[in-house]
């Protein structure tokens, strides 16, 4: 079992929805990454949080470190929005590897 | 401010052969970590460079090495390529310490072998 659980793998959904991506951990953290990466395989860090709650224009992520669970969620989807959605979290303070999720897949129809 | 740059863009090799990609830190970072993400999977840590030394190493075996400069650039060495190198190949710079830094792209390296 990975230490870093993504759901769903796919997501489609039509322009204008409600998105959201879960990720369930089962180790121990001092934060979490959400990520984000377009065909072509760049990568670009959304948030990096440790409690709570950030957003950041229509991206919101939230972080429950008793649950061991994070959300993030789009609001008023747009096809540009079409990406790979990565989880990753730093497991050892002091040495921040990161592990990653698997990813989500979303594409948002016009 | 000059964000996290990553050479070569692509590259194509033969099994057997050694291969050099080389990473740019973003200003003021202190700290690489290199990632190499196969087709259709996530990101797998293979090590980190904290101030030119290791700062912890992944499940990756030793002809993958690396090294980091004065200047925080770094490179990560691949010896004997095997077909299952083929992959794209991430580095991320980032401050280390207390609180954890948020951890900052390059474009990445794709790597195929043959």
């Known amino acids: 079992k990975n230490e870093v659980e993504q759901s769903p793998q796919n997501l489609t959904a039509q322009e204008g929805e409600f998105i959201t991506i879960n990720c369930s951990y089962s180790v121990g953290i001092s934060a979490l990454h959400w990520l984000q990466q377009h065909p072509g395989g760049g990568i670009v860090s959304l948030f990096m949080?440790?409690?709570g709650k950030k957003k950041h224009g229509r991206l919101i992520a939230t972080i429950n470190i008793q649950e061991k669970h994070s959300s993030l969620h789009i609001t008023a989807s747009h096809p540009r929005d079409s990406a790979v959605y990565i989880c990753?979290?730093?497991?050892?303070?002091?040495?921040?590897?990161?592990?990653f999720g698997t990813g989500t897949r979303l594409t948002i129809i016009p | 401010e000059t964000g996290v740059t990553q050479s070569p863009t692509h590259l194509i090799k033969t099994r057997g052969q050694q291969v050099t990609l080389r990473c740019s830190s973003q200003?003021?970072?202190?700290?690489v970590s290199w990632y190499q993400q196969a087709l259709g999977q996530g990101p797998q840590f293979i090590f980190q460079?904290?101030?030119?030394?290791?700062?912890g190493r992944g499940n990756f075996p030793p002809r993958f090495s690396g090294l980091q400069f004065p200047n925080y650039s770094s490179e990560l060495n691949v010896n004997a390529l095997e077909l299952d190198d083929s992959a794209l190949y991430l580095c991320?710079?980032?401050?280390?310490?207390?609180?954890?830094?948020?951890?900052?792209f390059g474009p990445g390296t794709r790597l195929t072998v043959t």
């Open positions: 991320a710079s980032s401050l280390s310490g207390s609180p954890p830094y948020e951890q900052y």
């Open positions: 460079y904290y101030r030119e030394e290791e700062n």
């Open positions: 949080l440790s409690s």
């Open positions: 200003s003021g970072h202190n700290t």
């Open positions: 990753a979290v730093i497991t050892n303070f002091g040495n921040e590897k990161l592990t």
